[in-house]
């Protein structure tokens, strides 16, 4: 009868509660976000170190030949930039479940998830909020990368909009399913490593597949099956205003997975929350 009860009561939501909900979520992500400078100067930091310094080292040593989306031979902090533009994503989605780990220790998770909203629309609210985050940081260190030398094509910086939001998405579902399965917040740095050095490396992010293919088969396997290759690849052609299509569906379909996972996961009669008995 009651959950019957709670159904009812959710449906009877109107939009523009919901609005005011979503408004309330992403402006204490902003808040969070503002109030720890660090976090945004860490997430420049480390794709700069790799554009300043490990593509000045690699330019001589690693050529990149013509291969889509390029027309011609690059530079290979032009190749490198869309795969550090994932990874700005990527640290910042293991950096919101990192959060969700510390309210859920601190007890700030239960007062969120208690509230008579859907609890699915304000897990779905949160990765708006941290998606909407992590591009306006990649867009920080696109300004950055464009006063180095590297310039995409003009309408290139809006055509890549679409594919941030949905590779942030993807990514930050992915650190929301993580975070359900984290007790603890001191086990979150082993979880981080072990989750993303190898889907950043094991990628197209640094280096092209058919270099990899050359060196080892089994490596080149491995990136093929890492859904972060597609979204480094979604980027890429993004950036010069194609559309790479099986990356696009492996990225919203990886999104859709992910997503489902974390709101399953957090659900208290069904998902992990429940069996360890947090909230």
Known sequence: MSVTATSDRDRNFTFGQYLICLRGIAWREALRFLNQRERFVSALVRPLVW??????????ILGVS?????????????YVTPGLMAMIQLFNGMQSSLSMVYDREMGNMRMLLVSPFPRWFLLVGK???????????????LVVAWLWGVEAPAWGYLTVL???????????????????????????AGVMNFVIFPMFFASSALYP?????QSSPVVYAICRLNPFTYAVE??????????????????????????????????????????????
């Not at 554009?51 to 001589?60: E, H, T, V, Y």
């Open 51 to 60: 554009l300043f310094i490990f593509a000045a080292g690699f330019r001589q």
């Open 66 to 78: 013509i291969i889509p989306p390029y027309q011609t031979y690059v530079l290979y902090e032009v």
């Open 127 to 141: 990765l708006l909020a941290s998606t909407v985050v992590s591009i306006a940081q990649v867009y920080a260190y």
């Open 162 to 188: 679409p594919a941030l939001a949905l590779s942030g998405m993807m990514l930050g579902s992915l650190g929301m399913l993580l975070s359900s399965v984290i007790r603890q917040l001191e086990n979150f």
């Open 209 to 213: 597949l058919w270099l990899v293919q």
């Open 234 to 279: 979604l980027i890429r052609f993004a950036l010069y205003m194609e559309i790479d299509w099986v990356s696009l569906a492996v990225v919203a379909v990886m999104t859709v997975v992910f997503t489902t996972g974390a709101i399953v996961a957090y659900d208290p009669a069904r998902g992990l929350i429940a069996r360890r008995g947090g909230g």
